[in-house]
């Protein structure tokens, strides 16, 4: 195991279908495999801690019917 930044990593084979390869690296900006499969794993991370943020906080309860949001958008 080496150290790369302060971070471990490791040496990995994978095989990766080319379209999905392409797909994610115009979807991400990204111009390498190893750019790509960490950009991925990064988004994915943020997305599912998002998700958890969302589920946390719960809701809030407003107090407001369909007709006092509708007249609040028709105010507008």
Do not use: E
């Given at each position: 195991m080496d150290t790369y930044q302060g971070d471990v990593y490791?040496?990995?084979t994978v095989v990766i279908e080319d379209t999905l390869l392409e797909d994610a690296q115009r979807l991400l900006g990204t111009r390498g495999i190893?750019?790509?499969i960490e950009e991925a794993l990064r988004e994915v991370i943020r997305r599912n801690r998002l998700e958890n943020l969302r589920n946390s906080l719960g809701t809030v309860e407003l107090g407001?019917?369909?007709e006092d949001l509708t007249?609040?958008?028709d105010a507008e």
């Open positions: 490791m040496r990995r190893r750019d790509t407001l019917t369909s007249s609040l958008r």
